[in-house]
């Protein structure tokens, strides 16, 4: 198995495990309510779990090429002209991604020293999503420069 499928298992399994959870959690405190008990931490438990499998759940959608795509500039070029468009669309997505991995570490280290209300949780782990999305997202762009392009990409690219 190479490295990219373990990779995508390992992120399939991540979101997986958070989604039970977080389902679990929002069980768990809709039937506390309904006998007049909340329990502490729900709420901002939920949310870190939100925010890490969005962050999660959009590098899986660049590795399976489900994401925005920008094919309808793309189509407006000549055919001998697209795969350079193409590629160069690809690359300022990964300045992008680039920009969002180094600032994202950033702000999460720099949060590390701040805790949550109520369960004393540093909020620089709900930050470090952006970073950890971001090198998953950098690598599955770059799989996919040097991999073959979708059925959609192929009728753009001559």
Same mark, same amino acid.
Request: with cysteine.
């Given at each position: 198995?190479?490295?990219?499928?373990?990779?995508?298992?390992?992120?399939?399994?991540?979101? #997986?495990?958070? *989604?039970?959870?977080?389902? &679990?959690?929002?069980?768990?405190?809709?039937?506390?309510?309904?006998?007049?008990?909340?329990?502490?931490?729900?709420?901002?438990?939920?949310?870190? &779990? /939100?925010?890490?499998?969005?962050?999660?759940?959009?590098?899986?959608? *660049?590795?399976?090429?489900?994401?925005?795509?920008?094919? !309808?500039?793309?189509?407006?070029?000549?055919?001998?002209?697209?795969? *350079? &468009?193409?590629?160069?669309?690809?690359?300022? /997505? #990964?300045?992008?991604?680039?920009?969002?991995?180094? !600032? %994202?570490?950033?702000?999460?280290?720099?949060?590390?020293?701040?805790?949550?209300?109520?369960?004393?949780?540093?909020? %620089? *782990?709900?930050?470090?999503?952006?970073?950890?999305?971001?090198? &998953?997202?950098?690598?599955?762009?770059?799989?996919?420069?040097?991999?073959?392009?979708?059925?959609?990409?192929?009728?753009? #690219?001559?």
């Amino acid at each position: 198995m190479g490295f990219t499928k373990i990779l995508v298992k390992l992120l399939t399994w991540m979101c #997986i495990i958070t *989604i039970t959870l977080l389902t &679990f959690i929002v069980l768990l405190q809709v039937v506390t309510r309904f006998f007049d008990y909340s329990l502490p931490g729900t709420e901002e438990l939920s949310r870190l &779990f /939100i925010v890490w499998l969005t962050f999660l759940g959009s590098s899986l959608a *660049i590795y399976e090429k489900m994401h925005l795509a920008v094919n !309808y500039f793309v189509n407006k070029f000549k055919t001998k002209h697209r795969k *350079i &468009f193409y590629i160069l669309v690809n690359a300022l /997505i #990964i300045v992008f991604y680039a920009v969002l991995t180094f !600032y %994202g570490f950033k702000l999460s280290m720099s949060a590390m020293s701040q805790t949550s209300s109520t369960l004393q949780l540093p909020v %620089g *782990i709900s930050y470090l999503a952006i970073p950890v999305s971001g090198l &998953f997202s950098l690598y599955f762009i770059a799989m996919n420069l040097t991999g073959s392009p979708t059925e959609e990409e192929e009728e753009m #690219i001559p």
